[in-house]
């Protein structure tokens, strides 16, 4: 069967990233986490990758240590529903404090609560109260 799993690539700050989700989001879980050994790209011991749930949607959190010419893209972003308005608010309060806000919350016509925002690292979060 073919399972579908999502990966995103930081560059440098990927614990920093879990560390910031899982204070926001209860549903993120962190699975089997490995590390650099000795003789790779960087220290041994720091993260190199993790498993990651969220909310039943899996991830892969990669740290590289190359540092490329490109990052994230608001054309791909995370889209999650949640189920309170307090929720939403928290998240999204606690997303764009050193991110970018794209869309205010607000109620868009296609959601009574909706908003938009890059985090601090540059991924993309769309937060809807259905």
């Not at 205010?104 to 937060?127: E, M």
């Amino acid at each position: 069967m073919t399972k579908v799993i999502t990966h995103i690539m930081f560059q440098g700050d990927a614990q920093k990233a879990i560390d910031l989700y899982l204070s926001i989001f209860k549903d993120f879980t962190v699975g089997n986490v490995e590390r650099y050994g000795e003789g790779e790209q960087v220290a041994a011991g720091a993260f190199k990758m993790a498993e990651v749930s969220f909310a039943g949607h899996d991830f892969v959190i990669f740290n590289s240590p190359p540092v490329h010419d490109f990052s994230f893209t608001p054309a791909m972003s995370i889209f999650v529903n949640f189920d309170t308005a307090d929720e939403l608010e928290t998240a999204f309060s606690k997303l764009s404090e050193t991110g970018q806000v794209m869309m205010p919350l607000g109620n868009y016509g296609f959601s009574k609560r909706y908003g938009w925002v890059a985090d601090h690292f540059g991924l993309s979060w769309q937060l809807n109260l259905p």
